[in-house]
């Protein structure tokens, strides 16, 4: 079993009035990947700075290996953090700032020398020791902020939108080499980011948050495959979210039919939203459709066709199809039970869970 | 369009060559001829052979040397507290207020002060320790000319520190950086630019302080200052006054030169 490095207990934190953590809890385990997911201002940075030690909270316990560390200054700390303006000492070339968290200790001039070099070959920026840090581009500054961080060795590396200044291309690549260090590494990473692709991309854990509150946590597939709520579901990925009710265990209705779907333990009749991801949805001939839809929009997108419409009852539809259609034309949309996800309304992430437990057990059963 | 840009020229040249070039021309021209009206450069010989001169340079540099030390000593902390106050705009606000007043207003502000039976006479009478000279001595003199050059020092390190983003400050503490090696490796580094301009704007007018150092110090402090004044007003040998004035002019470049900033590749602050 792993062992968990990082536990929040009940933190709070709160500027002046505002409150913008409520009351988190969550644990972190050793040698993992955890995104931090959510909307500018929900508190994820809050997050990272009260692990790195640069504020404080204002209520709660914050455990680092067992150990409460709410009173440990920053420099105490085995956490490293790459920040999202990299702050690189512009008074120092690549080398120096690499080696500076090592000259700070007793550490011997070779010893530092092999160490800066390691971790420099690490982010494959080997040669690059002597240039200055307004000599390099913005992706290699990011890479030099990487080694910096790691070249002490740290329990956890905190990473706070460390891509979000990158351009596309580059953002992907490093999206990828941020995974692989971190497994070559077999440190924690936790970072933090708005894009939902990149967590998705990147993580073993994603933590989504909304206005001071973890809303929801899981694996990627999880979260993205059965969101807890309208919020997460509408920020992870594209979906298509319809009010409807509970029929029965195993039966929704919505649209002005009945599906069978794969989602049990709500009341009956009890008043729910449907959600049914684009890439899930299939156009076909009216007869063989499932629901019937008016093509309003259609964009080609390269890979695929997004196409928009409405059913007889109002709800409008998002599809990706690889096959064509017109504007104006009627067709049948066509899903399985499997790609229908039932959300309660103000359903806690543990009744969530607990609820999935009673009936997948049931599932696996028959 | 070309002509609408010459006019803009106008004010900026007219005061390059009337109050820049022209002193500048008139007073090297001027070091050039002794008092009867002859050009010499016995002015030279005489300032480079005659040990009053030298002491007196030695003196005025080893005045504004401690006047700028001291300045520097009060004003980096201060400049320093001063951001991390709230209102601190309002702060340094009171700092500059000094500075709005005339100056030769405050120094006789001083003297009543410091003068027997002044009020910090009065008061060391009234604790038990006497009254004691204060006026006209050195310390007195570096105290007014200190307190005079403060808001100078304090308004560009205010300013360099103001600009250092925190993320450099947090990132320091974060690799493991204690409190006085995040100023000693970040913080002072980064707002050296700072210093140096206040070092600047204070030393170089130290040199040349004649005012203060008479009716604070009461002349025993003669600087390069009060020996350009009394040869121009006293003895009236104006070549001698302006071979001194090249003196401090030359002086005035060195300091620029030295706490200038240096244009090594690559080391200047990366815009951001």
Known sequence: MTKTIIEFKDIV??????EVLKGINFQIEQGKF?????????GKTTILRIIAGFTDASEGDVMFDGKRIN???????KVNTVFQDYALFPHMNVFDNVAFPLTLRKVSKKDIRTRVLDALKMVQLSGYEDREINEISGGQQQRVAIARAIVNEPDVLLLDEPLSALDMKLRKEMQYELRALQQRLGITFIFVTHDQ????????????MNAGQVLQTGSPVDIYDEPINHFVADFIGESNIVRGHMVADYLVSFAGHEFKCVDAGMRPNEPVEVVIRPEDLDITTVDK???????DTQLFRGVFFEITGHDDTGNSWRIRSIHRTEVGAQVGVFFDPEDIHVMRFNESEEDFDARLETYEGEESDR | MKQGKLFYYIPYGLWIALFVIAPVVLIVYQSFFNIAGHFTLSNYATYFHSGVYLKMTFNSVWYAFLITAITLLISYPTAYL????KHKQLWLLLIILPTWINLLLKTYAFIGLLSRSGSVDSFLTFIGIGPKQLLFTDASFLFVATYIEIPFMILPIYNAIAELSPSY????????ASGWQTFSRVIFPLTLDGVKSGVQ???IPSLSLFMITRLIGGNRVITLGTAIEQHFLVTQNWGMGSTIGVILIVAMVITMLLTGERKEKGRTRHAK
Do not use: H, W
Request: aromatic share 8%; charged share 20%.
């Open chain 1, 71 to 77: 009173n440990v200054p920053a420099n105490k700390r």
């Open chain 2, 201 to 203: 704007s204070v030393f």
């Open chain 2, 82 to 85: 001063l951001n991390q106050l």
């Open chain 1, 289 to 295: 459709g499932s629901l019937t839809m008016t093509v």
């Open chain 1, 197 to 208: 692709e990149e967590a998705l991309a990147m993580s073993d854990e994603i933590f989504v």
């Open chain 2, 169 to 176: 400050v947090n990132a320091s503490r974060d690799l493991g």
């Open chain 1, 13 to 18: 934190k709160r500027y002046g009035e505002t």
């Open chain 1, 34 to 42: 955890y995104t931090l997911l959510g909307p500018s201002g929900c």
